[in-house]
C-alpha cells in the first residue's frame, strides 16, 4: 500500500508548532473530508515530530508526566 507523507517544517517552540499543527489539521480536515469519504478513505494518522529526535515521536500526545507518544493522532472522516 502506499501512503501520502507531508512534512512541513514548523516554528521551533514545541508549544507553537502544537498549536499550529492542530490549525493544520482541522483546516485541511474541514476542506477535504467530502473529497476524502467520496475516495473511500475513512481517516487520516498524523503526528508532530521533531528533527531531533530519532524516534518517531508525537508531540501532540503527551503524558502526565511530559513523556510524548508514539501513538499517531487520528481523524476519522466516517
Known sequence: ????????PLDTDESTAAALS???VAQLASNITPTLRDKGIAEVNYRLGND???QKSNYLIKTESGHVANKKS???FA
Open 52 to 54: 531531533e529526535d530519532r
Open 74 to 76: 487520528r481523524v476519522i
Open 22 to 24: 492542530e490549525t493544520i
Open 1 to 8: 500500500m502506499f501512503r501520502l507523507h507531508i512534512d512541513i
